[in-house]
Structures are given as structure tokens and as C-alpha cells.
């Protein structure tokens, strides 16, 4: 059954008025030619509809609570997943999917956010929200594909990591950070496609990749729109001000240089066609660990840091320590 989000409103009118006329079987001319008249009208609202998506709407789809998580691109692209649990420090978190699995001929190490489809599952994996165990299960993965030498492909849907006591109290903070500076150092070829939501640190602990990719309606950001438009304007109702304000989308992170590719998606978003979504992403793979595959790993590395270094723009540097006197001055 599909969901409708409250933009495409004028989309379910449509085609609800279409399934009626198709469901009453009339042959009459009068109504095959209503049928086809609204057929008609209905693409071309869609093509417009889509073509001109404000950031706000692309973070409705974004968020769509049927767009596809790693569980189902694991179905469409692997074979031969052997999921692996457990940090060996504390438990297992259901909020992050990892282990080996066959790709395009290759052995790979997969990890990505997996938010669950029912209620049930969205409790039992928190919403896709990670917390330390997640991410150290998540860094000793990496760790063992760099040990028998396979490439790594992450999955980034979160909208963030999980904020709770209980995760604080494992070292939340400490668990991101490690991520990020092992990831740096990892002799493998990483690449991270961000699939829906790539909320905060929780999406960068993923992120640290040779290649960042970007499903076309998905969005990247330090902050949720809602959270940003509460701190800046305290009222959260300025979401889609924030959206904007953010740059959060594909478009907008490509020019940016912050990430390296866009992933399209079917008209209307990667719900409507998951095995096109698929595809799409499996091309851009190819294409991307082609290319990542012939870099000798010194200069892997060396790329790997000097891409995360270049990100943002400074008119100066001011080292902490100038202007203070020492002891002995």
C-alpha cells in the first residue's frame, strides 16, 4: 500500500480518481477517454512535481517510511551475506546491519543504518539512532576487512546517533571520534552512499570514505531541519526555512565538493522502484570502486585525508597558543 506524502496529496486525488473510473469497467468511449485525459494529466503533474522539489520536500522523501534501507539493497545487489554481530566490548545494536557479502563478483564488507519497516522493527532497531556498541561493531568490522584485504561499502540512513543517558554513559562521543580517525587510516577502498537521512554524527562515523555518494532525494547535514529551526528561531515549524538554509540536499553538497557523486532515482523517489534504485547505485559503484581499486594505497590514504582536510573555506588560521605568554616570558 502506498504512502502518500502531504505534497503529493494532489497526486492520490488523481490517481484515486483513476482507479475509480478503471474499477467501474465501463467501455463506454466517454470514460476510456477520461481515463486516458487524466492518465495524461497525472504524468505531467508528476514530471512537474518532481522536477522542482524544495529542500524541505526532498527531506520528506528522504525520510519516506517506505524508502529502502540497507536490508533491502543487501537483497537487491548481494549475495552470500554473512551478517556479523557483537563490538566484543558490550552487545549488539540491531540499529546497524554488518558483514561480508558478495557484490558485482567481489567480497565485500558492508555496514549501514537499517531503521526497520513496521513499528516493531523501528523499536527493535531504535529507529536506525546507533549507539556506541553500533559504531564499535561497526570499526571492528572495518577493522577485519582491511585484515583480509576487502573493499568497504557503507550505508548512511540515521537521523543521528542515539542521544539517550545510556549511550552517553558508553561513550557516545568517544565511539564517533574513533570511527573517524580509524577510517582515515584504513588500507582498504571505503565508499559510503547516503540513502536517506545523513544526520549528524552519526552519519559521519559511516562517512570518513574514499568516495561519498548520494542517492538524488537524500540529504546530508550536521543538524535535522527541525532541530536547526528550534535552536536558531526556537520554533520548529520553520523546518523547511531551515531546509534551505542548511544546503543539505544532493545538488547543493555536490557543488559544494562535499560529496563525490549523485545516485538518480525513479520519478517520485526510490520507494516507487527499489530495484531501479538498485541499479542505478550498483553503476555507481562499479564505476567509483573501479577507479579506487587502481590507486596504490599510500596514495589511498594520502587522498583519503586530504579530501576531509579540504572541506570548508578559511580566510586565516590562528594557532590556539598565539598571543599567550609562556611561563617563563
Not at 527493535?124 to 577493522?143: C, D, S
Not at 565511539?175 to 584504513?186: D, F, G, S, Y
Not at 525513479?266 to 567509483?288: K, V, Y
Request: aromatic share 6%; with cysteine.
Amino acid at each position: 500500500m502506498r504512502e502518500y506524502l502531504d505534497f503529493e496529496k494532489p497526486l492520490k486525488d488523481l490517481e484515486g480518481r483513476i482507479a475509480k473510473l478503471v474499477k467501474s469497467k465501463s467501455k463506454k468511449n466517454s470514460v476510456q477517454e477520461a481515463i486516458e485525459k487524466s492518465t495524461d494529466q497525472l504524468a505531467q503533474m508528476e514530471q512537474e512535481l518532481f522536477a522542482n522539489l524544495s529542500p524541505w520536500q526532498r527531506s520528506q522523501i528522504a525520510r519516506h517510511p517506505q524508502r529502502p534501507s540497507i536490508s533491502d539493497y543487501l537483497e537487491e545487489l548481494t549475495d552470500n551475506v554473512i551478517e556479523l554481530h557483537g563490538d566484543r566490548l558490550y552487545g549488539e545494536d540491531r540499529a546497524i546491519i554488518a558483514g561480508f557479502a558478495t557484490w558485482n563478483e567481489r567480497s565485500v564488507m558492508v555496514i549501514g543504518h537499517e531503521k526497520g519497516k513496521s513499528l516493531k522493527e523501528r523499536m527493535r532497531r531504535n529507529f536506525g539512532m546507533a549507539k556506541p556498541e553500533g559504531y564499535r561493531k561497526a570499526l571492528r568490522l572495518m577493522r577485519l576487512a582491511e585484515k583480509f584485504q576487502r573493499p568497504i561499502l557503507t550505508f548512511i540512513d540515521t537521523p543521528g546517533a542515539y542521544p539517550g543517558v545510556d549511550a552517553e554513559q558508553r561513550g557516545q562521543a568517544e565511539a564517533i571520534a574513533r570511527n573517524l580517525l580509524e577510517m582515515v587510516k584504513l588500507k582498504v577502498p571505503i565508499i559510503a552512499v547516503v540513502t536517506g537521512e545523513g544526520g549528524s554524527g552519526g552519519a559521519l562515523a559511516l562517512g570518513v570514505a574514499d568516495r561519498v555518494l548520494m542517492l538524488e532525494h537524500s540529504i546530508y547535514s550536521v543538524i535535522s531541519p527541525e532541530g536547526c529551526a528550534a535552536i536558531l528561531w526556537g520554533d520548529a515549524s520553520k523546518s523547511a526555512t531551515a531546509a534551505t538554509a542548511l544546503r543539505m540536499t544532493a545538488p547543493e553538497l555536490h557543488k559544494l565538493h562535499i560529496i563525490d557523486d549523485i545516485i538518480p532515482e525513479p520519478l517520485g523517489g526510490a520507494h516507487r522502484n527499489i530495484s531501479l534504485t538498485a541499479q542505478n547505485a550498483s553503476m555507481a559503484l562499479e564505476t567509483h570502486f573501479s577507479e579506487l581499486e587502481k590507486i596504490p594505497t599510500p596514495k589511498l590514504l594520502q587522498q583519503r585525508e586530504a579530501k576531509f582536510r579540504s572541506l570548508g573555506a578559511f580566510d586565516s588560521f590562528h594557532p590556539i597558543t598565539k598571543n599567550v605568554k609562556t611561563a617563563n616570558s
